[in-house]
């Protein structure tokens, strides 16, 4: 497995909750999460898989909101064992996205992506493993950064290798065409980059406002790390080479 960048691990992790206030390492935070779930009619007994969950904020504030039965996956074994620690009422599993359908033995009414389908290597194999996992009829909702594609790739892009994890955007232009080689029938695309705009504007004063607090609880390379990510994100969202979307999709039924 690729060794993931400081922000990435576990500590990396634990500085972004403190950050964003809770266990989310998602651009809007609850905001986003809100926004994601507007778009569905939320049912009781429905049941949800958060994929690439992080430390579980997102799951737990899914299951208490919006009334599902929540199951999380994670390929950081640290990770997934913190929330299942944190947030016994939610099902955690610890496994590759590409690896779920082997793990994982029910089906679910909502898949959901909050900032994690960017750092899969394989997306177009994650996206078919994934529909092996919905209901007829069940929806995929993936929040994420995305690449307008106005240049050949984002300035930002990378594949990943054996010593960094991929940073891949959404890319626009063939986003589509992934979605129906995997199974999905695109439903809604909304555009969020205003929105990324303010919510790392706000990131990146917070991480300045809390320098001192940062240095004591981590380290000066995490904050200087988290600085210079959050920042080269922002210039990319301004000059509009980098994008945030909200991509709402259902699995296709075959006639
Ligand atoms: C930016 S974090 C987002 C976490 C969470 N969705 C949230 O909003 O708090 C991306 C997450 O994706 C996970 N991840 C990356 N590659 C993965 C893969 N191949 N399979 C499962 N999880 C993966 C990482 O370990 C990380 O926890």
Same mark, same amino acid.
């Given at each position: ?33 809100? %926004? ?69 033995? /029910? ?5 959901? %992506? ?70 999905? /029938? ?8 205003? /929105? ?27 904050? /200087? ?31």
């Amino acid at each position: 497995m690729a060794q993931r960048e400081p922000l990435r691990t576990y500590s990396g992790k634990q500085l972004v909750s403190f950050l964003r206030k809770g266990d989310f390492a998602h651009a809007g935070e609850e905001e986003a999460i809100d %926004l994601a779930f507007s778009n569905f009619e939320h049912r009781p007994k429905q049941t949800i898989l958060d994929v690439g969950c992080g430390l579980g904020g997102t799951a737990d504030y899914i299951q208490k909101h919006y009334l599902g039965q929540v199951t999380g996956l994670d390929i950081e074994k640290k990770t997934i064992l913190y929330a299942q620690k944190k947030y016994p009422a939610c099902v955690f599993h610890c496994c590759d996205v590409l690896n779920a359908a082997q793990v994982i033995t /029910q089906t679910f009414d909502i898949i959901c %992506l909050f900032n994690s389908f960017y750092a899969f290597s394989e997306p177009l194999l994650a996206l078919r493993t994934l529909n092996k996992l919905i209901k007829v009829k069940g929806k995929i909702i993936v929040f994420d950064y995305s690449d307008p594609c106005l240049k050949e790739i984002t300035p930002l892009f990378r594949a990943g290798d054996k010593n960094t994890s991929p940073f891949m955007p959404i890319p626009l232009r063939s986003i589509d065409s992934l979605l129906a080689q995997s199974g999905w /029938q695109p439903l809604k695309k909304i555009d969020l980059s205003l /929105q990324y705009i303010q919510w790392y504007t706000q990131l990146i004063d917070r991480l300045l406002e809390n320098e001192n607090e940062i240095m004591r609880l981590f380290s000066q390379s995490l904050f /200087q790390k988290a600085l210079e990510t959050y920042s080269s994100i922002k210039k990319s969202l301004i000059a509009g080479v980098l994008g945030g979307i909200l991509l709402c999709a259902e699995k296709r039924v075959i006639a």
